[in-house]
């Protein structure tokens, strides 16, 4: 069965970027994420194309509601002129063409009612997959990112202890498998003395998260 465009739209907005790569990180991950971003592009198009057949058939249906009006109109000036005239036999004629348009009205009128609708529909689409792709590309942004601070990593051993970069190669291999599995990008790794000024700092963020609300619970002893 051909999938709908409603469904195709809900695959590709939640669909995950880091879940296609995954499955061929070893063969084109960056050729994927680009298929897959032609992929949205393709979608909007055909969105586009939908909806610009949609607003086609509701000009027609609008163009044809508003002549079947004015023929009703019409019709019914004749239909004095044929009574003034004794023609009772062209005014019944006037009267079934009126009794013809009025059942017809309801379904153009519905007609326009529903491309209302569909139109918005359609609309909303569009908005969603610009917003996903938007998302992709930053995502691939990310990816690649990424991918060139991990490159830089593997010239860890010329700038530092064979320790230390079998810490930040571990690390960093932790990082890629967390990202390919779960989607969640891995975390940002450093060298062991970046390592331990940032534990430094950390420890002093604490104390003075302390002593802030040490002298919160002093001001508020003394209000009471």
């Known amino acids: 069965m051909a999938e ?21 990180e070893d063969l084109a991950p960056e050729v994927v994420m680009e298929q897959a971003i032609h992929e949205v592009d393709t979608a909007i198009d055909d969105v586009r194309a939908e909806l610009g057949k949609l607003l086609v058939k509701k000009h027609l249906a609008s163009t044809r509601l508003m002549d079947e009006n004015r023929t009703h109109e019409d019709l019914a ?12 036999d062209l005014a019944e004629a006037a009267i079934a063409r009126q009794l ?25 689409f569009i908005a969603a997959l610009q917003g996903r792709r938007r998302q992709m590309q930053e995502e691939l942004a990310q990816f690649r990112r990424q991918r060139a601070a991990v490159s830089r990593n593997v010239e860890a051993p010329t700038r530092g202890t064979d320790v230390a970069w079998r810490a930040e190669r571990a690390a960093s291999s932790f990082g890629r498998v967390l990202e390919r599995n779960t989607g969640v990008p891995g975390p ?7 390592a331990k000024q940032l534990a430094e700092l950390e420890d002093l963020a604490r104390q003075n998260r302390i002593r802030e609300r040490l002298a919160a619970a002093k001001a508020k002893q003394e209000a009471t």
Do not use: F, M, W, Y
């Open 77 to 88: 000036a004749r239909i004095e002129l044929a009574l003034r005239e004794r023609r009772e």
């Open 4 to 24: 709908t465009l409603a469904s195709r739209v809900g695959r590709i907005v939640s669909g995950s970027l880091h879940a296609l790569v995954g499955v061929v």
């Open 100 to 124: 013809d348009i009025e059942a017809q009205i309801p379904l153009l009128e519905r007609t326009i009612a529903d491309c209302g609708d569909q139109e918005k529909e359609l609309e909303s």
């Open 188 to 194: 940002v790794t450093g060298t062991l003395s970046n």
